[in-house]
């Protein structure tokens, strides 16, 4: 990292954080847009998702500053309080919500890669999930597409290795689907999602 990039960690209900909620909303519109995720996003579904993070006072919400400019972001909510279809497959598997981290998000401006601040994303969630001093799991999950997929670049290469390498295994059986709309569709559809998981004891 450069001297102009700083690293802030906040929590969801931090009054510091709300100055830049409209920075985030665009920046997950922009990266997001890349393959794998398609999104074809909107400034009116960022306001409603990232609600759920502002109303939740254990979340945690990183921003990758470079001055003043939201570059990156990643998020973090205790399971209980992320969505009944992201809960559905742990239910289901015997696992306890309210012993699982959920890790959302991870964007970053391709110009700001291959600086070293990927795994910071991983330390600054698992980090604010331990200090929370009751979780059992951190988990992440991924969009799951063809290889076939015609919107595939020749040179994308899944991040499953460097998830590997930080301590996630993929659970295959913890799949569960969210909607979103892509930018080739008319209207929303689900996805095909899959989870990723790692013991923080």
């Known amino acids: 990292m450069t001297d102009s990039i700083s690293i802030k960690r906040f929590t969801g209900q931090d009054p510091e954080l709300q100055p830049f909620l409209p920075d985030l909303a665009r920046l997950r519109i922009e990266v997001f847009r890349d393959f794998p995720y ?23 919400i990183v921003l990758v500053l470079d001055g003043d400019k939201v570059v990156g972001a990643t998020t973090g909510i205790p399971m209980e309080h992320e969505t009944e279809e992201f809960q559905k497959p742990f239910v289901e598997h015997g696992y306890d919500p309210k012993k699982i981290f959920y890790c959302g998000e991870s964007v970053l ?34 969009v799951q597409r063809p290889e076939n997929h015609p919107r595939r670049p020749a ?28 930018l080739d569709e008319e209207i929303e559809s689900p996805k095909p999602m899959v989870f990723w998981l790692k013991p923080l004891t």
């Open 38 to 60: 398609l999104y074809d996003g909107s400034y009116e579904y960022e306001e409603k998702y990232l609600q759920t993070y502002t109303r939740s006072p254990e979340s945690v």
């Open 109 to 142: 401006l391709k110009e700001y890669r291959g600086r070293g601040v990927y795994p910071k994303f991983f330390e600054e969630r698992e980090g604010h999930a331990r200090s929370l001093g009751r979780f059992d799991w951190s988990c992440f999950c991924c």
């Open 155 to 182: 040179d994308y290469v899944p991040l499953d290795r460097i998830w590997s390498k930080f301590g996630y295994t993929k659970h295959p059986e913890l799949a569960t689907t969210y909607t979103w709309k892509d």
